[in-house]
Each structure stands twice: as structure tokens, then as C-alpha cells.
């Protein structure tokens, strides 16, 4: 599944948008309808977080798997499988408590789920048609026995989360969708809710060139700047190779008290 990375492109300028139209012509139409779509929904709810519950609201009730960004169920199994074992690897243990930010329909939730003692796994999202979406996956998969929470969210504040619970916090393929003002609302209070010797690992969309976004629905930033952001909260961070050689379209960054 390995995914080619493009990190010079600046996928927001009018010249790539047009060379990739003149390569791709079969995918004129549904981007155009796609930022139609978008268009009315940033002006229906200016802030970021009610404008994505809106494209969430709109593409889960399409297709919850497609609306966390796979186009087939081998897909879904397999990106959820990937972060699975990938986290596991690094010595997810079922006493491990963890929190799953931007859970999504649990595409690798499930996964936790079941390897993790009953309530120790701690799902949050800003969509509620993808929670609900999340406890059909749940049921599904005849887990009720585990008894994991799943919770909305409006900020990444943690507020509502005890002192150093989390061994593990974990947001795979969410500030890829997130303007940096989130992500440093992030940064700025997961030290509190980590358990000690407990990390946070985060997926990003990275480029070398300029930072840009495109619809405001994907955002590309370079892997200096997450780093310094987190610096800056006091956070060591590092980026992770390992993840990296196993070919995923985004990158990842692991986080620890400082
Ligand atoms: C691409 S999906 C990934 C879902 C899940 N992490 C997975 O890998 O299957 C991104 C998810 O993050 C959620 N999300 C986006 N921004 C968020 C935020 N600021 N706080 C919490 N969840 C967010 C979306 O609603 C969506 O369910």
C-alpha cells in the first residue's frame, strides 16, 4: 500500500491545479462539485471546526468508511491494521489506557479496542455522524463487552480528561485536516492528560516547499514547524522513521513530556 509522497508540490496554486487537471481530466468534475460543496459549507460555518463536522456530516452520510478517507472496505482494514500494528510494535499493552483523537468510524479503533482492557480506550471526535457511525463498527465487531468511551468534542482543550491518564494519545490523519491553530491548541494541553513515560504520536501531511492547504480540508505542513510548535509547549518531539519506511501517505511525529 505504499503511498508516493509529493513533498514540493503547493497543491492550492492555480498552476498545479491546472497541470493536474490536464493529467487527471476524469477528475475535473468531481473536484469542482467538491468545492462548490465546500464553498457553501465555509460560508454556512466560518469557524473550522463547524465548517469539517459539515463536510464530515456530508461525506459519512455518503459512505462512513470513504469519510475517513478510504475508497474500499480492503483499504479501511488495512489503514486501521497499519496503525494497529504499527503502535503495538512500539509496546501498546492491553493495561495501556489510550486516547484516540479524531477516531473517526474506528477504522483502527476497533483494533485498540479489543486488544486494550475494558475502558481503557477513549475515542473523541468534532462529528457526530461519525461517532454514531463509530458505535455501528462497534457493535459490529461484538466488542460492547469493552466498554470504550466515546465522546464529542468542540476543542482540543482535554479539559474535560483527568491529570495523567493516557499512556498513549494518538491522532492518526486528523492535523492533516487541521488549520495550526488546532494543532497548537493540542500541543499546548495533551503534557497534562499524559500518564508518565506516556507519548502522543500524530500523522501530518508534510511538505519540503511552501506550507498551504487546499479547500481548507487538507493541510500541509513542514516537519520543522510541528516540531518548533511543539518545542515551544515544552514537548520533546521527534520525527519517525520507522513509520516513514512503511510507505503511509502522510508522516508521523512522536511527542513526550519534556
Ligand atoms: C481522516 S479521519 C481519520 C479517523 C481515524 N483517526 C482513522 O484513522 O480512521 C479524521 C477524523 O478526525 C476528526 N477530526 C477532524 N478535526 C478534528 C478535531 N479538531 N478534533 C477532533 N476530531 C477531529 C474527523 O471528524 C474525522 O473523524
Same mark, same amino acid.
Given at each position: ?5 509529493? /513533498? ?36 454556512? #460555518? *466560518? ?67 479489543? #486488544? ?11 462529528? *457526530? ?31 474535560? /480528561?483527568?491529570?495523567? #491518564? ?12 487541521? *488549520? ?31 506550507? #498551504? ?13 510541528? /516540531? ?31
Amino acid at each position: 500500500m505504499a503511498t508516493r509522497k509529493n /513533498l514540493t508540490a503547493d497543491r492550492g496554486s492555480v498552476g498545479h491545479k491546472v497541470r493536474y487537471a490536464l493529467r487527471n481530466p476524469t477528475r475535473i468534475a468531481p473536484y469542482v462539485r467538491r468545492a462548490a460543496r465546500d464553498g457553501w459549507l465555509r460560508f454556512k #460555518h *466560518p469557524d473550522h471546526v463547524g465548517y469539517y463536522r459539515a463536510v464530515m456530516a456530508s461525506d459519512t452520510g455518503r459512505n462512513p468508511e470513504a469519510a475517513v478517507g478510504s475508497r474500499t472496505h480492503e483499504r479501511w482494514l488495512a489503514l486501521g491494521k497499519m496503525q494497529f500494528d504499527y503502535l503495538t510494535g512500539h509496546g501498546l499493552a492491553p493495561r495501556h489506557r489510550m486516547l484516540d483523537i479524531g477516531c473517526g468510524n474506528l477504522r483502527a479503533g476497533w483494533r485498540f479496542i479489543e #486488544h486494550l482492557d475494558a475502558g481503557h480506550y477513549y475515542g473523541i471526535d468534532i462529528s *457526530p455522524d461519525i461517532l454514531i457511525a463509530a458505535k455501528r463498527t462497534l457493535a459490529d465487531r461484538g466488542l460492547q463487552d469493552k466498554l470504550p468511551y466515546l465522546t464529542i468534542t468542540q476543542d482540543l482543550t482535554l479539559d474535560f /480528561l483527568p491529570d495523567r #491518564h493516557f499512556d498513549v494519545v494518538h491522532a492518526h490523519s486528523v492535523f492533516s485536516h487541521s *488549520p495550526i491553530g488546532i494543532i497548537d491548541e493540542c500541543l499546548a494541553h495533551v503534557e497534562r492528560v499524559l500518564a508518565p513515560g506516556g507519548w502522543f504520536d500524530f500523522t501530518f501531511d508534510r511538505t519540503e516547499g511552501a506550507e #498551504h492547504q487546499v479547500l481548507r480540508e487538507d493541510f500541509y505542513y513542514r516537519t520543522e514547524t510541528l /516540531l518548533d510548535l511543539a518545542a515551544g509547549h515544552g514537548l520533546k518531539a521527534r520525527f519517525m522513521d520507522d513509520w516513514e519506511a512503511l510507505g503511509h501517505g502522510q508522516s508521523k511525529i512522536r511527542v513526550t513530556a519534556g
